[in-house]
């Protein structure tokens, strides 16, 4: 067991590598951040801002919906500064997704989420700009998040524990040591344009649907499919509720409600590079005319904008939708005999603390580093305090 601090270099400030930094500084680790660019710069700032009840998957993707119910109670709790507890309905629109609607009952409640069929007239009466033709209508425990919030609470979390971070810094290499093990990185401070190295006992690829890029750069492949999807604003927020589909996850399947806007989403479709995704007209359209269907006034309503966000879906033999949303650990020692590094990718922003978690618990092995996670327990420091520049160990 080791008897000096042990210290983690987590390559990536979205959601996940802020939450890792939290957990593994919480543990006792010391952490080193470092971003390309600001926090939440890439996906995590991209996302729509729905905190999942699980309920899209429940029956395409058990395994996702279970982990995004119990992270979803567990977030509720802990960053309540950054969630609208707004609740969500899925509602029908025609006879396929009226039957639909006995598998997805029945998966919700299988997966451990709740859920409750409600009257058409309580779901208008509660939210009348809906479709006034839906066919039937349930409620789960949805709910809208701020995500640049969300990072920099966990992110001023681990600040407080001692974590540093470095946003602006470039990973243009990995460091070696005499028996071609990884011991930290190369980077470039983009502010100065100077090289800059930073050792440590463990690094962690936490870059999302950059991971298999960043793990090109070591030599490592890394099976990450970068799959976007292109989501619409509208200038009106139009109702209080998240507002699903009730069908199997499709483009355009729901709408929520993100301070004073609407927000629709989303497509699926595959790249190979992260960094340039076009936002094309054609899926734009589509998912106004979704929109309308859920919400028939979107239609004169104004679009604010729209973007997209890159997906880290985990590579396999399937594509796109079928690709699941969960998330994988990979040891590269364990994989490709080389250690020192470890990647985490996948998963969804409402499953981030347990990916963090779970990639913290194979660090703390692989370095004989007996701590438990806490991070599920205590509520995540203002995230204001990210920009204090006082740090203080609890």
């Known amino acids: ?26 543990r006792g680790f010391a952490v080193t951040v470092v971003e390309r660019g600001e926090l939440a710069s890439g996906t995590s700032g991209r996302t729509h801002g729905l905190l999942h009840s699980g309920a899209r998957y429940c029956v395409t993707d058990a395994e996702a919906a279970v982990e995004c119910i119990q992270e979803n109670i567990i977030l509720r709790r802990i960053a309540k500064q950054c969630i609208e507890y707004n609740g969500g309905y899925f509602v029908a629109l025609d006879d396929a997704d009226l039957a639909y609607a006995p598998v997805f009952s029945q998966g919700a409640q299988a997966c451990g989420i709740p859920v409750e069929e409600i009257g058409v007239k309580r779901a208008l009466g509660t939210e009348p700009a809906l479709n006034p033709n839906i066919l039937a209508a349930y409620q789960v425990p949805d709910a809208a998040f701020d995500p640049l919030r969300l990072a920099m609470a966990f992110a001023a979390s681990a600040r407080r524990y001692g974590a540093k971070f470095n946003t602006y810094h470039d990973v243009v290499g990995f460091l070696r040591d005499g028996n071609g093990n990884i011991c930290g990185i190369s980077a470039v401070n983009r502010h100065s344009a100077q090289p800059v190295e930073f050792q440590a006992d463990i690094t962690v690829n936490a ?118 949303r969960t998330f994988k650990c990979y040891d590269h020692r364990t994989i490709d005999g080389v250690d020192g590094l470890v990647t985490v990718t996948g998963g969804k922003a409402t499953t981030c603390r347990v990916m ?26 203002d995230y204001h305090l990210y920009y204090q520049s006082t740090e203080v160990a609890a």
């Open 1 to 26: 067991m080791s008897v000096t601090q042990p210290s983690a270099i987590i390559i990536g400030a979205g959601f996940t590598g802020c939450a890792l930094a939290y957990d593994l500084a919480q």
């Open 207 to 324: 870059t999302g649907a950059w991971a298999g890029k960043v793990a090109e750069i070591a030599g490592i492949p890394v099976p990450v499919r970068p799959t976007p999807g292109v989501m619409v604003a509208y200038e009106k927020r139009v109702t209080e509720r998240v507002i699903n589909r009730l069908c199997e996850p499709d483009d355009g399947d729901i709408l929520l409600p993100q301070r004073r806007m609407a927000v629709i989403g989303t497509t699926s479709f595959e790249v190979e590079d992260a960094d340039y995704i076009p936002v094309h007209p054609d899926q734009v359209k589509e998912m106004h005319k979704r929109a309308a269907l859920l919400v028939p006034a979107l239609v004169n309503i104004k679009m604010r904008g729209a973007y997209m966000s890159a997906r880290p879906l985990i590579g396999g033999m399937m594509s796109g939708r079928s690709l699941s």
């Open 356 to 381: 963090a978690e779970k990639t913290a618990d194979l660090v703390c092995q692989k370095l004989g580093w007996q701590r438990v996670c806490e991070t599920a327990q205590h509520p995540l420091a």
